[in-house]
Nanobody
């Protein structure tokens, strides 16, 4: 069992930056692949970024590539999402998720554990 708690959301202006954190507790955090998803108002939960356990390999949605960076600190049981050059369309609730198989997954249903989410609002 893994518990995930996101933090770092808030209000930012377009062009600004925020860093989200996801603190994990429970079973061996370093074994899990970690991902970030987001749900904008009236839309489905969409993939943002993911990082694998084995080699730290990453994958990103096209909409955030070059602007967002996912990283992890296994010693702190924490995964981060650095968000730069924010746009109003990045406004959403952001969720972190853990994959027991340790992969960098882009598919929502492959994840085993989810946090409660943190709101990010970007003003124009």
């Amino acid at each position: 069992q893994v518990q995930l708690v996101e933090s770092g959301g808030g209000l930012a202006q377009a062009g600004g930056s925020l860093r989200l954190s996801c603190a994990a507790s429970g079973h061996r955090f370093s074994d899990y692949g970690m991902g970030w998803f987001r749900r904008a108002p009236g839309k489905d939960r969409d993939f943002v970024a993911a990082i694998a356990w084995t080699n730290g390999g990453t994958t990103y949605a096209d909409s955030v590539k070059g602007r967002f960076t996912i990283s992890r600190d296994n010693a702190k049981n924490t995964v981060y999402l650095q968000m730069n050059s924010l746009k109003p369309e990045d406004t959403a609730v952001y969720y972190c998720a853990a994959d027991y198989m340790g992969r960098a997954q882009r598919i929502l249903r492959e994840y085993d554990y989810w946090g409660q989410g943190t709101q990010v609002t970007v003003s124009s």
